[in-house]
Structure formats: C-alpha cells, structure tokens
C-alpha cells in the first residue's frame, strides 16, 4: 500500500527509517480504515494508493505534519479537497517549525541562478524537457513558495538543491587515495527538526 497524497523519504535517505517508524506507531494495534482513490486505485508498481485512517487520525496528513513525509498531488479529483487543504496546511506548519526534511539543510533554498517555473502540481527548472515549450507562459516560483503550494519537485529535472561535497585529506593511517586523486563524498546532512 502507499499513502495517497505525499512522499515519504527513500530507502537509503534522510529520515527514511523514521518515517516508517512513525507510520507503524501511527496504525499499529488500531482500527485502520482505508479509502482508495476516486481515478487511480493502483501506481504503477501495483500497490494500493489510500488515504489511511487510524484512531481517527489521518496518517497521511500526520506524517506531513511531523515533516516526515511532503505532500505528493497528481490529479485533480485524487484526493477530496479539504484533505488537499489539510495536507499543504499541515506541510506549511511542518515548514514553519522547520520539522524532519524541512530541518534539513538546503530544503528550502532556491539554489543561485536556478530558475523554477510551476505547473499545477509540480514545479521544474526552467529548461525541463516537460515544460520548456510553455516556460515563458509559466510564472516563475521559488522552491519554498512552490513547496509551501502543495507542489513537488518534477522528477524528471530535480530542481533540487545539490549536497556540497567536502574532501577527505589522506593519511598514513589508511589507504586514502593519494593527493592529486582525493576522494569527494557526500556531506552528512544536518537534521534540525524534532523527532
């Protein structure tokens, strides 16, 4: 099953564990009603895209609250419109107190010279494949106005703000490569929201 209306964070990526931490906290041992999308019942892996219910709260919107999860629209009519509402109201509270991925570094910046342009649901680089014939008729947005409208980031062009890299020097004490061939690895990220 997949929580209809948001994205939680990947296998492998910041706050992964702790989203399924709390997804599990949230249903288990209650009574959980599950209601299926009007238009889209399946993704494309086959599993079922719900809205899930569990001691009366909506798991979906607390897991946006939490800021474990962002808020993931497709279609006009996939979700009623006061969950629409609830979620993008939830993310921009999650936002506000700068919780789980909003915590984390470069979640919100738009990067120097990066140009965002937004579709209903989404938002790109200006020369995304996608959008770049109606770029010019599109308005311009910055990520942070693009996430607190409930839209996410086109998967296609990744406006996404890329993670510094830092140098590991080498050493006698392990087999480092050598100076002119320095290795470059990814940056820990900071998480500054509550858990």
């Known amino acids: 099953m997949r929580l209809l209306g948001i994205d939680t964070p990947e296998k492998g990526k910041s706050?992964?564990?702790?989203?399924q931490r709390a997804c599990a906290e949230l249903v288990e041992g209650?009574?959980?009603?599950?209601?299926?999308?009007?238009?889209?019942?399946?993704?494309?892996?086959?599993?079922?895209?719900?809205?899930?219910?569990?001691?009366?709260?909506?798991?979906?919107?607390?897991?946006?609250?939490?800021?474990?999860?962002r808020v993931y629209l497709k279609d006009d009519g996939e979700i009623p419109g006061d969950v629409e509402e609830g979620l993008i109201r939830a993310q921009n509270s999650a936002i506000d107190a700068r919780r789980g991925l909003w915590?984390?570094?470069?979640?919100?910046?738009t990067r120097p010279g990066e140009r965002l342009r937004a579709t209903r649901y989404r938002f790109?680089?200006?020369?995304?494949?996608?959008?770049?014939?109606?770029?010019?008729?599109?308005?311009?947005?910055?990520?942070?106005?693009a996430l607190r409208s409930g839209r996410s980031p086109c998967r296609n062009c990744l406006p996404r703000r890329?993670?510094?890299?830092?140098?590991?020097?080498?050493?006698?004490?392990?087999?480092?490569?050598s100076a002119d061939r320095v290795a470059m690895m990814p940056r820990r990220e900071e998480y500054h929201g509550s858990r």
């Open 30 to 69: 209650r009574q959980v009603e599950i209601q299926t999308s009007g238009g889209h019942s399946k993704d494309a892996y086959g599993r079922t895209l719900a809205l899930v219910t569990a001691g009366g709260t909506l798991v979906n919107e607390d897991l946006v609250a939490r800021g474990l999860a």
């Open 124 to 145: 790109h680089k200006e020369a995304c494949a996608d959008v770049k014939s109606l770029s010019r008729q599109l308005a311009p947005i910055t990520r942070e106005e």
């Open 162 to 177: 890329r993670r510094r890299r830092r140098r590991i020097s080498g050493s006698n004490d392990c087999s480092l490569p």
């Open 15 to 19: 706050l992964y564990s702790e989203a």
């Open 103 to 109: 915590g984390l570094r470069g979640a919100l910046e």
